[in-house]
């Protein structure tokens, strides 16, 4: 059974600071791996996907994530957080766009 | 990117009644959508997939006959939560599959808050 591992439930990040969200999955073939965001009252929004090819791939917003086989990870970064940032971040992991696992989320809090 | 509603976005209702939930895909046709089930806390739950056209497949554990999905168009899919209990308030999401052009991915509703009293 796929599965995903979010270990940090918040994070709080000054602004202009680097961002580091951390994910780990269980799957039994080559993942499919995606980040989402959720802002208060919003559905979640794409940033960025991993099918196959180069491990580091670009997302919106300057949201960037590493591919490791190795460590089974998937982790978020930016290099610099802004407070429009301040929402929750899912991991998900799946066989394409369907049937998607999602991590419990991470709350990412942006201070002044 | 393609653009999902839901409605409404809040709702409250009485332990017993049943409450409907709405699911659009406003400029692209979705042959199939999902919903899923957020608890506070805790990440979103599959419930189950429907396809347009046919019967909703649902997850393991959940009651097909409590809640009711219906898929009648490529734009409209709709969740009915039977005799609601306070135990089935939560904040229930779809969302729905393009696979048209460049916009094969699930495309996210705000999601609906369910409170039954």
């Known amino acids: 059974a796929q599965s995903v591992t979010q270990p940090d439930i918040h994070i709080t990040v000054s602004e202009g600071a680097s961002l580091e969200l951390r994910c780990n999955y269980s799957?039994?073939?080559?993942?499919?791996l995606f980040w989402y965001v959720q802002s208060p009252g919003q559905g979640l929004q794409l940033l960025l996907k991993y099918f196959s090819g180069d491990t580091l791939v670009q997302g919106i917003k300057g949201f960037e994530a590493e591919f490791k086989r190795s460590q089974s990870s998937f982790n978020l970064r930016k290099p610099s957080v802004h407070w429009s940032d301040a929402a929750e971040y899912f991991c998900?992991?799946?066989?394409?766009?369907?049937?998607?696992?999602f991590g419990k989320g991470t709350m990412l809090l942006v201070s002044p | 990117g393609a653009v999902v509603s839901q409605h409404p976005s809040r709702v409250i209702c009485k332990s017993g009644t049943s409450v409907k939930i709405e699911c659009r895909s406003l400029?692209?046709?979705?042959?199939?959508m999902f919903w899923y089930r957020q608890f506070p806390k805790q990440s979103l739950m599959l419930m189950a997939t429907s396809n347009e056209g046919s019967k909703a497949t649902y997850e393991q554990g959940v009651e097909k006959d409590k809640f009711l999905i219906n898929h009648a168009s490529l734009t409209l899919s709709t969740l009915t939560v039977t005799s609601a209990h306070p135990e089935d308030s939560s904040f229930y999401i779809c969302?729905?599959?393009?696979?048209?052009?460049?916009?094969?991915?699930?495309?996210f509703g705000p999601g609906t808050r369910l409170t039954v009293l």
């Open positions: 969302s729905a599959h393009s696979t048209s052009g460049s916009d094969n991915e699930q495309f």
């Open positions: 400029d692209f046709q979705a042959t199939t």
């Open positions: 799957y039994g073939a080559t993942p499919y």
């Open positions: 998900a992991v799946g066989a394409g766009y369907s049937t998607l696992t």
